[in-house]
């Protein structure tokens, strides 16, 4: 059945997607854990998303939607399951050669969630340590899988999602610039498969 003329400023995208939000981590915090190491471990904590309100990427996730998912991984937290990357991922699975921290705490304050995550001595996580010891601006992305309902400009996320970690990345000059990122990102994945694809070729004839 085609949409009607108000059923077209709600449209559904059915598909599910790759979801990426940023949050700055507050530099106040970041000294904080410079201060109080413990073990030699860095332990950095923030605000990593926020319910009910628009985002920079035009997004918005419900409370309900948030609460469910930060309840959703407290196990896994526990179990020191949930792994977050240096810099931005292009896919859902976590790649371990990139790993960076752990997430040790994720909780709900009203409409915000908080979290607290450990550096860890990996070679993502020394590079991760040497940047938040230099002060450099660094923040929290979460990373999720779902669909959202375009209303009238404003992407809500729906709730097929599903939390999945929380990534730390360098802080963006300007809201939205990690879409164009990683549109870039996949355009020169591209170029490189269609290169490789014609090496490849190269190479097979070369053998013949």
């Not at 960076?100 to 908080?114: D, H, P, Q, Y």
């Not at 990345?169 to 809201?175: G, H, L, N």
């Not at 939205?176 to 090496?199: P, Q, V």
Request: aromatic share 8%.
């Amino acid at each position: 059945m085609p949409f009607g003329k108000a059923q077209e400023k709600n449209k559904r995208l059915f598909f599910m997607e790759l979801l990426t939000d940023f949050f700055p981590l507050d530099s106040n915090y970041i000294n904080e854990a410079l201060d109080n190491k413990k073990d030699g471990k860095i332990r950095l904590k923030g605000l990593f998303q926020e319910a009910d309100i628009r985002n920079g990427n035009g997004r918005i996730y419900t409370l309900p939607v948030l609460s469910r998912e930060v309840s959703r991984l407290q196990e896994a937290i526990n179990r020191r399951e949930i792994l977050g990357e240096l810099e931005h991922p292009t896919e859902a699975k976590i790649d371990l050669n990139r790993v960076a921290t752990v997430i040790t705490e994720l909780r709900m304050e009203g409409n915000k969630v908080f979290g607290i995550l450990e550096v860890l001595d990996t070679p993502s996580g020394l590079i991760l340590q040497a940047l938040v010891e230099a002060k450099v601006a660094i923040g929290i992305s979460s990373r999720g899988l779902g669909s959202v309902l375009d209303k009238n400009g404003v992407l809500e996320v729906q709730e097929d999602y599903q939390m999945l970690t929380f990534d730390c990345v360098q802080s963006p000059s300007t809201p939205g610039s990690y879409i164009t990122e990683n549109k870039k990102i996949k355009i020169e994945e591209k170029k490189y498969n269609m290169l490789h694809a014609f090496n490849k070729g190269k190479e097979i004839l070369w053998k013949i």
